[in-house]
């Protein structure tokens, strides 16, 4: 009788999902290159999905305080900010997500 061989490799399933590259706050638009910031490629997805979901509830917070006393500009520029991060974060990660390691996230 055959007996399957131990692996000490992880299943498909097991791999970290990983982030690929994405610009944050363009300084030109339509222009990636433009950049001063980016998402980091071959993060776990899961460290950048736990930061997105931080900042979107600090920029829940900072708008709820504004919506009582108004908004200036370095409060809109701060929210936006916060928002850009965030979907950087969001975007860098549903590719491995939908498809894991295989077409999305750094290699």
Do not use: W, Y
Not at 23 to 40: A, K, M
Not at 52 to 77: H, P, Q, V, Y
């Amino acid at each position: 009788m055959s007996h399957p061989k131990n692996t000490t490799m992880p299943l498909v399933a097991q791999e970290a999902l990983l982030t690929q590259a994405m610009p944050i706050f363009l300084t030109d638009v339509g222009n990636p290159e433009s950049s001063l910031l980016q998402v980091c490629p071959g993060k776990p997805a899961s460290e950048a999905l736990f930061l997105a979901s931080t900042l979107m509830n600090s920029t829940r917070g900072i708008l709820e305080r504004l919506t009582e006393g108004g908004m200036g500009a370095n409060e809109i520029f701060a929210v936006r900010f916060l928002v850009e991060s965030s979907t950087a974060l969001v975007d860098a990660s549903l590719q491995s997500v939908e498809f894991g390691n295989r077409q999305g996230g750094a290699q």
